[in-house]
């Protein structure tokens, strides 16, 4: 009979302490910097905001205070736990992750040891790194992987949300162009399509009519607030041809009804260059100055940039063979995978929050073997994460979406 590794660890100094922390800590913009993470969350955490103006005043013998009032407010981290459940079957696994160990014969006559916890790690722990870094920017509502109960709204979602954050739309002739139909196809209809090219995000919303996304199946979502890549038909219709939520998946979209009236907002090479002019005339000069302050794009501005940055060139040689450098006047911007379309946020990383609790009970990998227990030949695996975002300073944030 084959021998097994058992592993049912928790964080704690285990063989599996790594993957626990890869699996919340390593999502793309933690890595990066772009988040402040705060550990031992285990119940509601206050984040204390204190805010004041400062008055200068002529010099006095006898102390007066400036006579301002400090603001303070308080925000929360309310951690949320959830769980990754898998179970496979052992001979599917053998085949899977021992094949590249067996000698030549059947498959049965190999009888090794098999890592379980590699296993888990080089399966799923990439997935779930996407997974939580969706959940943490997008929230659970636009996070197709999370299905669990509790609410979890994200942290592009509650800064929209929010009073005091400087917002600013699309809306604007160069950015943005109204539709007169969308068909059962995802065919749009607009007075000019000249500024469009193939491969561009448009984000529709102001929808009147019918129009649902049934990409996913079901009686589908409705397309209000949804981003999809195009492909140009002519002068005056494109095709909405894949959700910008579906990269990973690439399923093409499909559609049920009709729209009459819509609002279609992007931003392309035709346009990326005024709309990261406007953004950056409008920044707080205090909070661009300081160093942990970032600039954050998803990544079709960021190709829009540099196909810009190309056409801009002159007289030189590699203009669209060379790399682009994602700065804009000194200013550095983040590309941001698997995030929000037509969206840029300007933000102090000492601003934006994220709560966990490694050592905690509720942190938790275990595989486990079940023959022994239930004679079902069969492997179980299960993670359990606690996790919660937030920010303090909503004045001090800068928000561009559709």
Known sequence: MAQFTFTNNTYAGEALAGFMASTLLEADSVKRGLLTVINDVKSRKVILDVDDDVVLQDPSGIFADQGTTALQNESYLDPVVYEFMKQEQWDKLVQSWEAQSLKPGAFMD???VVDLSDFMVQRYLTKIQIANERLY?????????ATFTASFAG????????SGVYKVGLGKPATS???????????????DTSTLADGDVVTITAVTGTSKDTTNGGSGIAIQGQSYFIQVLSSTTFKLTRNYNEINTRKPATF????TAATVSYINASNVLQVLGSVYAQLDPADRAQEDFNLQIPLHVGYAYAQAQASKATNVLNAFTDPKKMDFLGVSLQLMNHWQANTIL???????????????????LSTVYMKPYTNDDVVRMKARMKAAVNFKFANEIFYLSA
């Not at 300007?346 to 938790?364: K, M, P």
């Open 110 to 112: 190999y009888e090794g």
């Open 137 to 145: 920017w997008l929230g659970k509502s636009a996070t197709k992987e």
């Open 155 to 162: 942290l592009l979602p509650s800064i929209a949300a929010a």
């Open 177 to 191: 162009m109204s539709a007169t139909a969308i068909d059962a196809t995802g065919v749009v209809t607009v007075s």
């Open 256 to 259: 049920s009804g009709t729209a």
């Open 346 to 364: 300007g933000a102090r990383s000492s601003n934006l929050f994220l709560g966990v609790d490694l050592l905690g009970d509720a942190s938790e």
